[in-house]
């Protein structure tokens, strides 16, 4: 079963917006990572955050995480029409050797 | 030039017939990942590897078949045994989990 679960399953903005995705998940976590996919490419890291964190930055990337409800989310500022893709959170459960992945948000940024 | 390669990018097979997907990694990773992706969906474990002539079972390996003979190799075998292989597969390498995966691009497989 799925362990995360994005929301939006689907995102419309124009450029220039800022685009806010949500994880939800159902298990403890050791950490929780954030992907980005291109059509009919594989996926790429964007970032990480650890359980004992609560927010983390990268670039135009703002990442919160709130263990007590088991969310996460992500925060594009000043979006790109390069922004868009598919954004998917991946879960590393207290069973190591694998992550979870949910089904993704797909973002599209109108120029 | 380090990363991932998956070969072929697309990939056709009768019904019946097994075909296997190759992945090699140059990043001296131990663990590696196979995931199917149907369209629209996100990704499922089929079988993973945190160490050569080791391997487990993912949420969905029937009808798959893997081996890890050397660190840098993983192939998929997709048997017949597989009732929908029509898929997105996806191979993926880390240093073991919680590390950030490194994703290859993928082979589109179709089944005709």
């Known amino acids: 079963s799925q362990q995360g679960e994005e929301d939006p399953q689907a995102l419309s903005i124009q450029e220039g917006e800022n685009a806010t995705m949500n994880c939800s998940y159902k298990?403890?976590?050791?950490?929780l990572q954030w992907y980005r996919q291109n059509s009919g490419r594989g996926l790429v890291h964007l970032i990480l955050?650890?359980?004992?964190?609560r927010e983390k930055h990268s670039g135009r990337l703002r990442v919160t995480l709130d263990t007590s409800k088991k969310s996460s989310s992500l925060l594009i500022t000043a979006s790109r029409a390069a922004d868009t893709a598919s954004y998917f959170c991946?879960?590393?459960?207290?069973?190591?050797?694998?992550?979870?992945f949910g089904d993704g948000t797909t973002l599209t940024v109108k120029p | 030039d380090g990363g991932i390669t998956q070969s072929p990018k697309y990939l056709f097979r009768k019904e019946g017939q097994n075909v296997t997907l190759s992945c090699e990694q140059n990043l001296n990773h131990d663990a590696m990942y196979w995931y199917r992706q149907d369209p629209g969906q996100g990704l499922r474990l089929i079988y993973y590897?945190?160490?050569?002539?080791?391997?487990q079972k993912g949420d969905i390996a029937e009808g798959y078949s893997v081996s890890r003979e050397k660190k840098e190799s993983f192939p998929l075998t997709v048997t017949s045994a597989q009732k929908n292989p029509t898929a997105f597969y996806l191979c993926a390498s880390n240093q073991g989990a919680p590390d950030t995966q490194y994703f290859g691009p993928g082979t589109r497989l179709t089944v005709l």
């Open positions: 590897s945190q160490i050569v002539n080791d391997f």
């Open positions: 955050i650890r359980s004992n964190e």
């Open positions: 991946a879960t590393d459960g207290t069973n190591a050797g694998k992550s979870t």
């Open positions: 298990t403890s976590i050791n950490n």
